[in-house]
């Protein structure tokens, strides 16, 4: 997403933990790119890199986070130092930078927030009970946001993709994942349109259903 956006001639903040991987990123589109190391877990720093970001972009006009952390967990494995880990990376951080953006947004009364929330919050799945708590914990905090803001002209996006490939996902065994820059392409095409997104019309369909299936035949379901 962020080269996409340089190369429309956007000006284009990212934020990442590795040094390394944001050069590379700036090399692909030089003065378009300002880079910033970060872990999202650093709350307490957030609200001071926000407005730096801000400052060193001359504006803002669209907040994506797309922070996000899948470990692998075993069919019967209960570890809450992993669970902590991804409820403080998918949502507390993503709590922690849109709070800034809806200040500044919600003031300014334009712009777009976004977030990338999964169909694997849509419902409470065997395989993954933290990461499926955090995806829906992030879309309801989503529509409260969208909710708040809804007077200000302000957009708030939650875009549920399915299965991307990605590194948090190579180690998955999912099948037809869609490529990353699809995905990408996907997204900022639904950047502005207020609501809830998924990328796929066909998953649109398939979690409908899945969305209202009785708990007692969900249960027995290998899904």
Request: aromatic share 6%; net charge positive.
């Amino acid at each position: 997403m962020t080269r996409q956006l340089a190369a429309t001639g956007c000006r284009v903040a990212a934020l990442a933990r590795r040094k390394d991987k944001l050069e590379e990123l700036t090399k692909s589109t030089p003065g378009q790119i300002l880079p910033f190391v970060h872990d999202v877990t650093d709350y307490n720093k957030v609200p001071e890199l926000f407005q730096e970001v801000s400052k060193a972009l001359g504006g803002l006009d669209l907040v994506i986070y797309c922070a996000g952390i899948m470990p692998e967990v075993g069919k019967d494995e209960y570890d809450f130092s992993k669970d902590k880990a991804i409820l403080e990376t998918n949502l507390l951080g993503a709590i922690a930078w849109l709070d800034q953006a809806a200040i500044r947004l919600g003031n300014v009364g334009k712009g777009s927030i976004v977030a990338l929330g999964s169909v694997a919050g849509d419902r409470g799945r065997k395989g993954q009970p933290a990461y499926h708590t955090s995806k829906a914990a992030l879309a309801t905090f989503m529509e409260s946001l969208r909710n708040r803001l809804g007077k200000t002209g302000v957009a708030v996006v939650t875009i549920k993709p399915g299965p991307v490939e990605t590194p948090m996902t190579a180690h998955t065994s999912f099948k037809n994942m869609m490529p990353a820059s699809k995905a990408a392409s996907l997204i900022l095409q639904k950047a502005d349109r207020n609501g809830e997104h998924y990328l796929s019309v066909v998953h649109r369909i398939i979690f409908f259903i899945v969305r209202n299936i009785p708990s007692p035949i969900f249960r027995k379901l290998n899904f």
